[in-house]
């Protein structure tokens, strides 16, 4: 990646973590009209950097966070008396005759920071495992799916802009926000040869869906009574769980 596109992943990350701090704060210093300001304002920039590096830097299908948590346990250096046990190319391992099972020897054992409970193999083995999907590039995209992608990026806008002209009670803002995100999820399913990361991100949008049933209008007319009385089911018949649900 190069040292913009990193730049733009930076500051999308930091619009991701503080968009809620930032709509709770505004709501209470500016009130309702404020709120939504605030919400439209860091939509649109979100929108803007997303747009950038999806058809500027080509950066195919985006993840969410947009970037990958620091993995401590594979960027932790080794001890330099692990170092010189790896480079003298000493046995590390012993497998026992009858049960095959694998042990470390007392005379390799690493470092106390560095001491981990798998077999140098299996630890060897995760890590440039998971050093090859971190450093695959993004599956490029053809017309069809760099159109899906930009619905994908644009829904929360227009989701924005439908409530403001027919209002949170009306159903055309839900059923447009759905029609958008099942016709994204649509268009990306033909794609073949994705990545691991990439695979994950559809997979979490596909599950996102569900959350339909808990946003309003749908969750004021038909969720919220069906989803209280089970909890009430719950609180009654099922002992040690009342406190929870109540």
Not at 154 to 181: E, F, I, M, N
Not at 204 to 222: E, G, H, M, N, V
């Amino acid at each position: 990646q190069s040292v913009p596109q990193q730049k733009l992943l930076t500051w999308l990350s930091v619009l991701e973590c503080v968009e809620v701090f930032a709509e709770m704060g505004t709501a209470r210093v500016w009130g309702e009209m404020g709120r939504w300001t605030i919400i439209v304002l860091i939509q649109l920039a979100k929108a803007i950097l997303r747009l950038l590096l999806l058809l500027w830097y080509k950066a195919g299908i985006q993840t969410s966070p947009p970037i990958v948590p620091l993995n401590r346990e594979q960027q932790q250096p080794l001890h330099p008396q692990d170092m010189e046990d790896s480079s003298s190319g000493k046995d590390q391992t012993y497998v026992g005759k009858r049960s095959s099972r694998v042990v470390r020897c007392l005379q390799s054992t690493p470092s106390l920071e560095s001491r981990h409970w798998g077999s140098p193999q299996q630890r060897e083995e995760s890590q440039s495992r998971r050093a090859e999907e971190m450093n695959q590039p993004p599956t490029p995209l053809g017309l069809q799916e760099t159109i899906a992608e930009s619905i994908y990026i644009t829904r929360p806008l227009l989701h924005l802009w439908s409530l403001g002209l027919w209002g949170q009670r009306s159903w055309k803002p839900w059923l447009l926000s759905a029609v958008l995100d099942i016709s994204s999820l649509s268009l990306l399913s033909d794609l073949k040869d994705l990545n691991r990361r990439e695979r994950g991100e559809l997979r979490r949008r596909t599950i996102l869906l569900l959350y339909y049933l808990l946003r309003s209008p749908f969750y004021d007319r038909y969720s919220e009574g069906r989803i209280l009385f089970f909890l009430r089911l719950l609180a009654d018949y099922v002992p040690g769980v009342g406190y929870v649900t109540r």
